[in-house]
Structures are given as structure tokens and as C-alpha cells.
């Protein structure tokens, strides 16, 4: 990890625009449910009309701050991990430059392209997405727990109880997709091989008429390279529907614990609202 950092140094500057951005991003969006709160709580019973009009023109003002943040985040993060895709690329082709005849008497060389393209193209998207993702992911758990304590401690404290059976769960289908994407790149690489031997041989393969025998084996990495893609996929698609419906559930909980406590004068209306916002974050 700390030889994959010093590619960063270069560009701190946009490394911290585009982390910053996010991090405000997710702060942006958890101050909202609170605004709301406040809005609906305090603003609304007075009735003034002027003070409504001004707070939700504000709030246009704190969205459009945030599309703003939005687009940082999206292209200026993207140039981050582009620019240590391509410094990490140009890196591994004068190393590739340097091995001796042995090594490449020894490497296919569609397993070469493989690390040159493909596999760099993943790491400019974890050198980009990685740490923001894993810092606004826990500010925001963490944030929203506090926040909800400040309105109702009782309903923060059952709601987040939740919490523990989604992280087991998110673990547990990480894992497996994490094992079933390593098959995925193995024969993105093996895919990769069988190509560029393939295609660089096609005029012997022609004289010897031996296409046949070639497009079986093109047919059959092909079929294990759609099998591995499905295996992954469907590891993809239980923890994406396992997770929206523990957030789904959690709603449900939220309204009808929630409701309760709002027809029995111990949560306010605001309060109630927040919650909800909060718990679809």
C-alpha cells in the first residue's frame, strides 16, 4: 500500500480537490434530513411565507453547490486515476522493456496486454474511487448515527441493530464476489492469451487448414469466460438485492416504530421525517 501511495504524490493537489469534494458531498447530504427536520418543525408552524421562500432558495443554492461538487468528483476524480494509470503503465512497460529473452519465451502475449490494459484500467478506478469511498462510507454511518441520536435516542439506538446483520451479510458477498471476480480477470487474461496467439497466427493456423481445431478451443475459453462472468454476476446481484431489502425493511421498521412514537408525543413530525431521509442514505 505505501508504494501504491507514492503514486499519488504528484497530484496531490488534485487528490485532495477531489476527496474534499467528496467529503463535502456527503456532508451536504447528511445535513439535508436535519434541515428538514428544522424546516418542518420550527419554520412551518410560524407560517411566514418569507422566511419559507428564502430557506428553500437556499436550499436550491446548497443543491446547485452540490451538482458543482458532484462534477469534481466525477471528472477530476477520474483524471486522478487516469493519470496514475498512465504513470503506473509507463512504469510497467520500461520494466517490460527490460526483462530478458527468457521471460518472454516463457509469457504469452495477450497475458502482457492483459496487465497493460484491463488490469491497470481497475487500478486507476480503485486509485480514484478507493479512499473516498471508504472514508464518506463510514462518516456516513457514523454521522447518521449521531444525527439520529440528537432527534430520538431510542429509535436511533433499535434502528441501528439493523446495522450488524447488513455488515455480516455485506461481508460475506464481498468475499465471494472478490473470489469470483479473481476467476473473472484469470480468464479475462487466458481470453487475452488465446486472441492475440490466435490472430498473430492466423496465416499458419490458414496453411494447415486447422481452423477447426482453433475455433473449438475459442469456443471453449469462451464459455468458461461466460461462466465466470455469471458466477460473478450473481454474487453481484444477491448482495445488491440482499442489501436493498435490508434497507427496504429498515424503512418499514423506521415508519412504523416511528409512527408510534410520533401519535405518542415523543418524536416530532420533523423528527420523524429526518429519520426516514436518513435511513434512505
Not at 461538487?69 to 494509470?85: C, M, R
Not at 479473481?182 to 490466435?198: G, M, P, Q, T
Request: charged share 15%; aromatic share 16%; with cysteine.
Amino acid at each position: 500500500m505505501k508504494a501504491f501511495f507514492q503514486y499519488y504524490k504528484p497530484y496531490k493537489g488534485l487528490f485532495f480537490l477531489d476527496f474534499g469534494s467528496a467529503v463535502l458531498v456527503g456532508i451536504l447530504e447528511l445535513a439535508f434530513p436535519l434541515v428538514t427536520s428544522i424546516f418542518i418543525d420550527q419554520l412551518l408552524p410560524t407560517k411566514n411565507w418569507s422566511w419559507i421562500v428564502i430557506f428553500v432558495f437556499l436550499l436550491l443554492f446548497i443543491y446547485a453547490v452540490e451538482s458543482v461538487l458532484k462534477f469534481i468528483v466525477t471528472y477530476w476524480g477520474h483524471k486522478l486515476g487516469t493519470n496514475i494509470e498512465r504513470d503506473i503503465r509507463n512504469e510497467l512497460y520500461e520494466h517490460i522493456q527490460k526483462m530478458n529473452f527468457g521471460f518472454f519465451d516463457n509469457q504469452k502475449s495477450g497475458k502482457i496486454i492483459g496487465r497493460l490494459t484491463n488490469d491497470l484500467m481497475d487500478i486507476g478506478e480503485v486509485a480514484h474511487h478507493g479512499p473516498e469511498d471508504v472514508f464518506v462510507a463510514i462518516m456516513t454511518l457514523v454521522g447518521s448515527f449521531i444525527i439520529m441520536l440528537t432527534i430520538d435516542v431510542k429509535l436511533a439506538l433499535i434502528t441501528f441493530c439493523v446495522v450488524p446483520i447488513i455488515f455480516v451479510l455485506t461481508i460475506y458477498f464481498n468475499q465471494k464476489m472478490s473470489g469470483a471476480f479473481k476467476n473473472l480477470f484469470s480468464n479475462v487474461s487466458r481470453f487475452n492469451e488465446l486472441i492475440a496467439d490466435n490472430v498473430g497466427g492466423m496465416r499458419l493456423v490458414q496453411a494447415f487448414t486447422n481452423e477447426g481445431h482453433e475455433l473449438a478451443r475459442f469456443k471453449k475459453v469462451n464459455d468458461n469466460f461466460r461462466e465466470t462472468k455469471l458466477k460473478a454476476y450473481s454474487y453481484m446481484s444477491w448482495n445488491l438485492s440482499i442489501s436493498h431489502i435490508a434497507q427496504k425493511l429498515t424503512l418499514i421498521f423506521v415508519l412504523i416504530l416511528g409512527s408510534y412514537f410520533v401519535l405518542n408525543d415523543s418524536l416530532t413530525y420533523g423528527g420523524f421525517v429526518a429519520f426516514i431521509m436518513i435511513t434512505n442514505l
